[in-house]
């Protein structure tokens, strides 16, 4: 079974930084995608961006407009999140995602983590 494990949301003042972990185990597609999405309290979840694991390629949602970056460590099977620049905007329950292909849509994901809470204050 897939288990997917987030940490490191936290407090942050606007403008700070913060990088999220997701902690991979029990991994069963070949070509595997992991995204982050995020939620924030009354709005529907919405992706932020991906990592396809084989290659590390990369890709995110137009609006974070390079803010952030996504990394994967083999050895450790744990994808990343760094967040720079945080904005009040980005407050949110940050998730973990796994899929067999690429996407952009909670229905691409087949796995999901728990969240972790992010709050940025102004």
């Known amino acids: 079974q897939v288990q997917l494990v987030e940490s490191g949301g936290r407090l942050v003042q606007a403008g700070g930084s913060l990088r999220l972990s997701c902690a991979v185990s029990?991994?069963?597609?070949?070509?595997?995608?992991m995204g982050w999405f995020r939620q924030a309290a009354g709005k529907e979840r919405e992706f932020v961006g991906a990592?396809?694991?084989?290659?590390?390629?990369?890709f995110y949602e137009d609006s974070i407009k390079g803010r952030f970056t996504i990394s994967r460590d083999n050895a450790k099977n744990t994808v990343y999140m760094q967040m720079n620049s945080l904005q009040p905007e980005d407050t949110a329950v940050y998730f973990c995602?796994?899929?067999?292909?690429?996407?952009?849509?909670?229905?691409?994901?087949?796995?999901w983590g728990q969240g972790t809470q992010v709050t940025v204050s102004s």
């Open positions: 995602a796994a899929a067999r292909k690429a996407g952009r849509t909670s229905r691409d994901y087949d796995y």
């Open positions: 029990g991994r069963i597609f070949t070509n595997y995608v």
């Open positions: 990592i396809i694991w084989m290659s590390g390629s990369t």
